[in-house]
């Protein structure tokens, strides 16, 4: 299993990005996938995830500022985040859980700045 994520970048505080996470096979395979993210001197927490059956899970310094979403069309999950802050400025992560064995992208990183 491999999972990419893309669409970190630079953004002023109360800006926009979406992330994208695509997935080498069927996400529909997964259990559950969702986002992580970990700030400089931080431990990494979990942003939002997402079930088979569209169950969310949020944050709660994320609620109402960000979006997890999924498209079985394309294998990608995707986490619209609005009004960011320069508080979410991190590496965000990808992750898989299919049963027992849980999967990880490479980070993509969010910075939030003016």
């Known amino acids: 299993v491999q999972l990419q994520a893309s669409g970190g970048g630079l953004v002023q505080p109360g800006g926009y990005l979406r992330l994208s996470c695509a997935a080498s096979?069927?996400?529909?395979?997964?259990?559950?996938m969702g986002w992580y993210r970990q700030a400089p001197g931080k431990q990494r927490e979990l942003v939002a995830t997402i079930t088979t059956g569209r169950t969310t899970n949020y944050a709660d310094s994320v609620k109402g500022r960000f979006t997890i979403s999924r498209d079985g069309t394309k294998n990608a999950v995707y986490l619209q985040m609005n009004s960011l802050k320069v508080e979410d400025t991190a590496v965000y992560s990808c992750n898989a859980v299919q049963w027992d064995s849980d999967y990880w992208g490479q980070g993509t990183l969010v910075t939030v700045s003016s």
């Open positions: 096979g069927s996400i529909f395979s997964f259990n559950k």
